[in-house]
């Protein structure tokens, strides 16, 4: 430390907004990802937004291409990663334009001056240099010439090409916001040695640019201030970070470790749930089957033919693979097998938005089959509760004997939280029963039902004396022949109807966070819980007797969810759609509501339900 | 249970309690009752055959199977019968199929189930028509074939049902007929022996939509001079009397008289493992080559599978959900709110013990009798050392003096209250410390512990121990009472030396 050395003000905030913006190709979710990590280890409640293209490389410089992923750190429970970033990294003119509209005045934007060139400009539709044209007048803007300083930095590592140099700038701008928010580097470079094990120069290119970041944080006289975020005051316990797709993968090989079944997981690739076959398939050695199959249809009927065999089977899809999968889910509702369909929506319809939020596909998978098709749907409310949501959905699934549905999102599948790991003891066993004897002397009756849960049973190949055929067609009660008979097919509707209907004797009541009566109830589902947890709390901190219900059971829905709803004067229903939910209550209640949609492929903002709440209360 | 426990069935063990509702005259009878015929002899328990099908005329057939059977949907038949073996392997899986199920809709699945080689058995009933729509073209129909929705004639090409098998690389192609009894018999027995996937292709006579489709090679008056009836590593001779055959020239197969110019040894031998000969066959449509067309052996996708499991169980150990949960960067939060120390994962060094232990391991699993022996004794047999702890407030220079002045690899750390909270170890030292810390009597234990260890206690029994070490890497295990209080430590160099004595 020498004598003339600045004093440095550290300055302590509840929670800060940062996202990271560049080009797709500049590393910034990896840059998102190593932020996230540091905070969630030294102790910050986190929750995060990953947003970039659909494209693997969209052409560089242009606004298509840019890639975002934005962190909320905090000291206190978060449940979005925030409305409007605090500080922006820009690494070029592009993530700047696309990033501001989210900007607050008065929030901090790091720009990296080097890649505001003349054509980088262009490609983002910039006529004149915003650095210089007053568009930033608003902002606290801080000029580093990240490309130039890390070069000088990285230059002198053997055997790096000047496109490898160039790679490692995203380290430079991560040590600087590391300085900025006074983190330790260590888990990151601890990452970068496990990362490029047998590249020795890359390790040193990216430790080198890290630290550089870091000092010229340290050195430069621009930073005056910096932050640090006190770490939250998490439940007391063992943590670790996991998105929705990560926790899901687990949640269902948990649920067939509790039933002492291999997990077979047939599936297609497709964005958003891809990474849920990536998490499964080095899992061999817990008997995970993963199967990647030719086409979307042939995943489910993989699953059900390995239902059929007996183990715990499930698949995971987006929209459009639910598309192509109706026909085979149906054949799994006919043949009443256990099993559970992951749907991670995006936006919609057709191809629509892959790599974005969306939650419009909640009709689909209640009423987008052929003939009176009833399926229990779930819908876990952040990443962590994916986990708590895969191993429900198999229990449904074992006592209706029937496909269990879960809807999960885009945003929940790439968001991350810090998850109190679970005692795996502590997850009750899933008891699975194949018969071995016949249930009905000579002739096994594969459709005789159990009277309490209406579940057939689940009699396998292998079994002695218990061989019978099951298939698409309608078929008698409890033999299963093959039936067109008027009375057959109406009892088989009602029976196959009711079982569902049953579950709601096991899933628990719908709770409610708020005044159990009053003015306003708003009534969510899915990923937006987050943001509509904060926003109905921060009304009530304003003094609005406002409550919410996040129904997680969205078939059969929780049973005393009619009583809730009548003990309101109005509903409000924030979705990421055009209204399905809302269609759903108003049809099963009779009971009308306000719907607040958005189909923008993002998260809902605090602010923007936090504003329909105030609206609603001033004007009551 | 073995072959020859099984009781011995006979055809009608497999026929169903169902009244079979194809067309009077429909070949689908004739590939039923021969079906239903070969089973007993498969040498299978009945239990553990499956009929799975698709929708059509033909897919009607497993409910009259007195076996396991889906009636699926349309075209989707392989994609069930994959799951379906891949979770039980022990079972002998048949698809039935026909050309519309098979080659149209379901032409996707046909050709990627072949090409994965899973152990399946596929029976493609090809009659050229749609029946069970009531008569509409096939993908097999021949160009030009009026029929409801063809009023002019089909302007399609038609599918080569072998060539398109021979092209997905399936393992085992064959070709019969309905009603050559006898040979359709042989070929479901062949293909029911093979290990990998079974492509059959049956003639099947539509009485009502397209009868006669076949006739040149159904009918017993001249069917014999129009088939040839392919035998491996048999000359390839046909007719009535057998005085034809085939000769390989550089176009392919050429048809021959025997006699004055050519004789047996003349014509060419079918060599069943060979694709050029395969395709060639494929392509020949006089003589119509019937019998096992193709066969080769290559791992099933069923073993590969199943293959993967063992070997990672072998290399990973038991599954262990807690191992997963915590696969991850992990940290900890105490009871007043505030981080612990995080729990960074590195990658497990690999030092020269574990080695010795693999090897140890694997004398271990040899002997059978060791195994019960460990189960029976407990870590208490071992007689642990007793534990050196530290509290979590000792300074780091303190602890590393302790460990060096008594020659250990690890210290237990307690809390105040004596109770186990953490676990310092040389793999602590390597990671944390070194090279991190400056001075080591401004720091203490708490901060380079790896909290919360997995303990065991006294009575344990000791494969218990050799499972955690060997699965988690640990070289170190505390021991706690009851109180979980620390009253010793064991470590894998203890174990060993243990093992040593006892083998």
């Not at chain 1, 183990?311 to 006919?334: D, R």
């Not at chain 1, 709390?537 to 919410?548: D, E, F, K, P, T």
């Not at chain 2, 009607?60 to 199977?65: H, S």
């Amino acid at each position: 430390m020498t004598e003339d050395q600045r004093p440095v003000v550290i300055q302590e905030l509840e929670s800060v907004v940062i996202r990271f913006a560049g080009d797709s190709g500049d590393g910034m979710q990896l840059t998102g990802t190593q932020f996230t990590n540091t905070a969630a280890i030294i102790g910050n409640d986190i929750s995060t937004l990953p947003d970039y293209p659909a494209e693997i490389r969209a052409p560089a410089g242009t606004l298509a291409g840019v890639s975002g992923f934005q962190v909320h750190l905090s000291e206190s429970d978060i449940s979005t990663p925030g409305d409007a970033p605090d500080v922006l990294i820009a690494m070029n003119p592009a993530a700047l334009k696309a990033s501001l509209p989210d900007m607050q005045p008065g929030a901090s934007i790091i720009i990296n001056t080097d890649a505001f060139n003349k054509a980088n400009l262009a490609k983002a539709g910039y006529e004149n240099n915003p650095l210089h044209d007053g568009t930033l007048s608003n902002f606290r803007i801080y000029e580093v010439p990240v490309t130039t300083l890390n070069r000088n930095a990285v230059a002198d590592v053997a055997g790096l090409s000047p496109k490898e140099i160039n790679r490692s700038q995203n380290f430079f701008a991560l040590g600087l916001v590391y300085w900025v928010y006074d983190r330790p580097l260590q888990s990151t470079i601890e990452w970068v040695n496990k990362r490029f094990k047998n590249k020795p120069e890359a390790i040193e290119a990216n430790v080198r640019a890290l630290r550089a970041g870091y000092y010229f944080g340290d050195t430069t006289e621009a930073f005056q201030v910096r932050y640090r975020i006190k770490p939250a005051r998490l439940r007391a316990g063992h943590y670790r970070k996991i998105s929705g797709n990560e926790a899901m993968a687990l949640g269902l090989v948990t649920a067939a470790q509790k039933a002492g079944k291999p997990l077979f997981f047939g599936a297609y690739p497709i964005t958003p749930a891809s990474d849920i076959l990536h998490a499964l398939a080095p899992l061999r050695h817990f008997e995970v089957l993963t199967f990647q199959a030719e086409d979307e249809i042939a995943a489910m009927g993989a699953t059900l033919g390995a239902a059929f065999g007996g183990v715990f089977a499930a698949t995971g899809t987006s929209g459009p693979g639910v598309a192509l999968k109706s026909e085979a889910m149906n054949l799994a509702l006919m043949l009443e097998l256990p099993m559970v369909i992951v749907n991670v929506q995006r936006g919609g319809p057709s191809t629509g938005l892959p790599t974005k939020v969306e939650q419009s596909d909640l009709l689909q998978v209640m009423f987008g089959r052929n003939g009176e098709s009833p399926l229990p749907v779930l819908a876990p409310a952040t990443p962590g509760e994916c986990f708590d949501m895969a191993v429900e959905a198999f229990r449904l699934a074992m006592r209706a004997m029937a496909p269990v549905i879960i809807l999960s999102d885009g945003f929940l599948a790439n968001s991350s939280e810090p998850w109190p790991i679970p005692d795996p003891d502590a997850i009750p066993p899933i008891p699975v029963e194949h018969p071995t004897q016949s249930n009905g002397g000579d002739r096994f009756q594969p459709y005789r039902r159990d009277p309490v849960t209406l579940g057939r049973p689940w009699a396998i190949p292998g079994t002695p004396g218990l061989e019978h055929r099951v298939g698409g067609l309608e078929k008698s009660p409890d033999f299963g022949n093959v039936s067109y008979a008027a009375q057959d097919h109406q009892r088989m509707v009602n029976d196959r109807a009711a079982k569902v209907a049953r579950l709601a004797d096991i899933i628990p009541d719908q709770t409610v966070f708020g005044p159990e009566e009053g003015e306003l109830l708003v009534v969510g589902w899915g990923g937006t819980y987050g943001a509509i947890h904060a926003a109905v709390a921060h009304a009530q901190n304003q003094g609005y007797a406002v409550a919410h219900a996040h129904i997680r059971y969205l078939n059969p829905f929780p049973r005393n969810l009619g009583y809730i709803l009548q003990r309101y004067k109005r509903i409000l229903v924030p979705e990421l759609n055009m209204g399905q939910l809302s269609l759903l209550l108003r049809g099963r209640f009779v009971r009308d509501v306000i719907s607040l949609n958005k189909v923008e492929g993002r998260p809902f903002k605090i602010s923007e339900i936090n504003k329909t709440i105030t609206e609603l209360m001033a004007g009551a | 249970m073995t072959i020859d426990t099984l009781p011995r069935l006979t055809r009608k063990d497999f026929v169903s309690d169902q009244t079979v509702r194809w067309c009077p005259g429909c070949g689908d009878y004739a590939i039923l009752a021969q079906v239903q015929k070969v089973m007993p002899d498969l040498g299978v328990p009945k239990e553990n055959i499956v009929f799975i099908s698709g929708i059509g005329c033909s897919s009607r057939f497993p409910y009259y199977m007195n076996t396991y059977g889906v009636h699926s949907i349309h075209g989707r038949a392989p994609t069930l019968a994959t799951g379906l073996k891949l979770a039980n392997p022990e079972l002998s899986v048949w698809v039935v199929t026909g050309d519309g199920d098979g080659l149209s809709i379901g032409g996707n699945h046909l050709v990627h189930t072949c090409r994965r080689n899973v152990d399946l058995n596929i029976i493609l009933f090809n009659n050229r028509i749609y029946g069970l729509t009531k008569g509409q073209y096939s993908p097999t129909s021949p160009a030009g074939l009026r029929t409801k929705s063809s009023p002019m004639g089909a302007i399609e090409q038609a599918l080569n049902p072998i060539s398109v098998a021979l092209a997905a690389e399936a393992t085992f192609i064959a070709r019969t007929v309905d009603v050559i009894q006898d040979h359709m018999g042989d070929v479901i027995q062949a293909a029911a022996a093979h290990k990998g996937v079974s492509f059959v292709e049956v003639f099947q006579n539509c009485v009502i939509f397209y009868d006669g489709a076949w006739e040149p090679f159904s009918d017993r008056g001249i069917r014999d001079d129009n088939n040839i009836y392919l035998e491996a590593g048999k000359p390839m001779v046909f007719g009535k009397n057998n005085d034809k055959g085939l000769i390989r020239t550089t176009a392919g197969f050429e048809v021959v008289t025997l006699g004055e110019q050519y004789s047996l040894a003349d014509l060419a031998v079918h060599d069943v493992t060979s694709d050029t000969n395969a395709w060639m066959l494929s392509r020949l449509t006089y003589p119509m080559p019937m019998g096992v067309i193709y066969q080769v052996q290559r791992p099933t996708y069923n073993d590969l599978l199943w293959g993967q499991v063992a070997a990672a169980k072998t290399k990973a150990g038991a599954s262990d959900l807690r191992a997963l949960y915590n696969a991850s960067d992990t940290w900890t939060v105490s009871d007043d709110g505030q981080p612990a120390q995080s729990g960074i994962k590195g990658e497990v060094p690999q030092e020269i013990d574990e080695a010795y232990f693999a090897e140890v391991m694997e004398r271990v699993h040899a002997n059978g009798d060791l195994i019960d022996l460990l189960s029976e004794m407990t870590i208490e047999d071992l007689d642990p050392q007793g534990p050196i702890t530290v509290e979590t407030s000792a300074r780091m220079d303190n602890a590393l003096s302790v460990m060096r002045q008594k020659d250990i690899g690890c210290l237990l750390v307690t809390s105040a209250d004596r109770h186990l909270t953490g676990i310092l170890t040389e793999h602590d030292l390597l990671t944390r410390v070194a090279g991190r810390v400056e001075n080591l009597h401004e720091v203490t234990v708490a901060q380079f512990m790896t909290p919360r260890p997995t303990a065991l206690p006294l009575d344990a029994p000791l494969v218990e121990a050799l499972h955690l070490m060997s699965t988690q890497g640990f070289r170190h295990l505390p021991i706690v009472d009851a109180h979980n209080l620390p009253v010793g430590v064991i470590s894998v160099r203890d174990v060993v030396r243990f093992l040593i004595t006892a083998i």
